[in-house]
């Protein structure tokens, strides 16, 4: 079979399963998995297919999201760096607000004993990871819980980010760029994250490399609304360049 017609059949296999992965695509055409992945990324620049981890999905899905499961697998060396490097841009003491994702549960469960925080947060795996922290005051931003996050959502997570004002907000999301801003599959998460980022005085997001560039459904804010952005070193110089002019630092770690 010639490049062509595999990738035709790959882009129908997408199109009638709502996703394709590299491994079963590798078995079902007896090819490696690297001749897949120039596949995969031949679609993607064709603009019919996106590529995630593992696969692609059809390029019209604006509103895919991988499960909680999937999100802690992915890029899991660069999220620990990352992780990392925003802990030393952090206050020793003070109000942070924690927002839903694997990179900031990270982060969170990598404060050191020492730190003498008020943490605010709407996501249970961190506020779990939190409670019996000996120098965190925590407080749990209650709501409708989201199963495939685990965090609060809608009118109680809205009306508490409007009653208080942050040191730092830490954020995450599923997509980020300076055309499109910051960008997350589902409309009531893009709330909650859009009241986080107004509570605070200063925020931080943290994503990893691979989000550059990708755009989902539901937009909660400009990537000039961001002071920090701590990424890995997989973001290339021209798009940090890109990223610092329009008024964001960038920590690479």
Do not use: C
């Not at 499961?69 to 109000?95: F, H, N, Q, W």
């Not at 749990?140 to 965090?151: D, K, N």
């Not at 909660?220 to 002019?245: K, M, Q, Y």
């Amino acid at each position: 079979m010639y490049a062509p017609e595999r990738q035709q059949e790959i882009l129908r296999l997408a199109r009638d399963s709502g996703r394709v992965d590299v491994v079963s695509l590798a078995e079902e055409f007896q090819v490696t998995a690297e001749t897949i992945r120039r596949d995969l990324k031949a679609l993607d620049r064709a603009g019919l297919l996106r590529r995630v981890h593992g696969g692609a999905i059809p390029a019209g899905r604006l509103d895919f999201e991988p499960d909680l499961a999937e999100r802690e697998s992915t890029a899991a060396d660069e999220k620990d760096r990352i992780a990392k490097a925003a802990l030393a841009v952090l206050p020793a003491e003070g109000t942070l607000i924690l927002d839903a994702g694997s990179t900031v549960a990270r982060m969170a469960a990598a404060i050191p004993p020492e730190a003498a925080l008020t943490v605010v947060t709407h996501s249970l795996p961190i506020a779990a990871r939190l409670a019996d922290h000996p120098g965190i005051q925590l407080h749990l931003v209650g709501g409708r819980v989201r199963h495939r996050t685990r965090a609060a959502v809608d009118a109680w997570a809205l009306r508490a980010y409007g009653e208080i004002r942050a040191d730092v907000t830490v954020v995450a999301a599923n997509g980020f760029s300076v055309e499109y801003g910051l960008t997350t599959p589902d409309l009531a998460e893009a709330a909650v994250k859009r009241a986080a980022v107004a509570a605070a005085r200063r925020v931080v997001l943290v994503a990893d490399s691979s989000k550059y560039g990708q755009e989902h459904f539901a937009r909660f804010g400009a990537l000039g609304e961001v002071d920090l952005l701590v990424t890995d070193s997989g973001l290339s110089p021209e798009d940090t360049n890109a990223i610092e002019r329009a008024g964001t630092e960038v920590v690479r770690a």
